[in-house]
């Protein structure tokens, strides 16, 4: 069935809608579901523990559920869907903004660290967007978040990379084939943004150092690579989400939210 605009503009915009959100507890994901609560969203958010997720269903405790799951567990990871649809009454979006990264120069990769990252970071994000495709009876949107380390390379990145760029993958793939069901996939695809996740000493920094010193010191020379001369910030990204799950007739790309990172 091929379903038109006036089908989700009858209902209003996703992002005020019914929205399953993963990696809510902090950084870009938290950014997101603040906004969508602001929104008027009612949220499913997904974590591993539950007191970061307490804090954000604090702010609207009617209109927030709490999933507590990891996602690296194939076996839980199939219950999300079905309990975020149930307690919100079916699904209207899902925002995908889990991740981990795990810095290891090429040398030392080890093979759970690169599987642990592919089932989070692409794994995981493509069966959690199938099942949320599945429930979404008048259309929707899904959004991913991606990386420029898909498209530039970086030191000790190898394994997170190679999942982005699968993931940019996934969004065109699905993209194409729920399009006929109304249901739209893209992606943000962000730079340097200043969360927990750039703030862990990578291999490599000078000896003697703190780890506090050797993380400002990276953070330093994270800065001096954006044109735009400072990290990006997790509010940035999230107003490109909420763009995306909105956007109409937008679906099956991703937009690069990076400082001019990857025009220089
Ligand atoms: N920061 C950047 O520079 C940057 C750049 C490009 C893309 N990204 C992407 O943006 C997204 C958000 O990153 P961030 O910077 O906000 O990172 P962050 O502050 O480290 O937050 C990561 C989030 O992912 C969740 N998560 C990690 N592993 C999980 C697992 N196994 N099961 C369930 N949840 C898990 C964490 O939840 P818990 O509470 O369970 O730990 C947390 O909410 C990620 O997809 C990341 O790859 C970030």
Known sequence: MSMGPDALADCGPPSAGRVLVTGASRGIGRAIAEELLLRGAHLAVVGR???PLLSLSAEAPDRVTIVICDLSNASARSEIVPRAAEALGGLDAFV???GVIRYQAVPYVDEDALREQLEVNLVAPTMLAQAAARVMQRG???VQITSTLARR???STLAYAISKAGLEASVRGLALEL???GVRVNAVCPGVIDTSMI???R????AGLSD???VEEQLEELRRLQPLGRLGASAEVAEAALYLLDASFVTGTCLTVDGGLLAG
């Open 49 to 51: 523990a539950a007191d």
């Open 96 to 98: 995908s903004a889990a």
């Open 140 to 142: 929707g949107s899904i």
């Open 153 to 155: 390379a970086a030191p």
């Open 179 to 181: 399009a006929p069901r």
């Open 199 to 201: 703030r862990t000493p």
């Open 203 to 206: 291999p490599g920094a000078a």
């Open 212 to 214: 506090a010193q050797r």
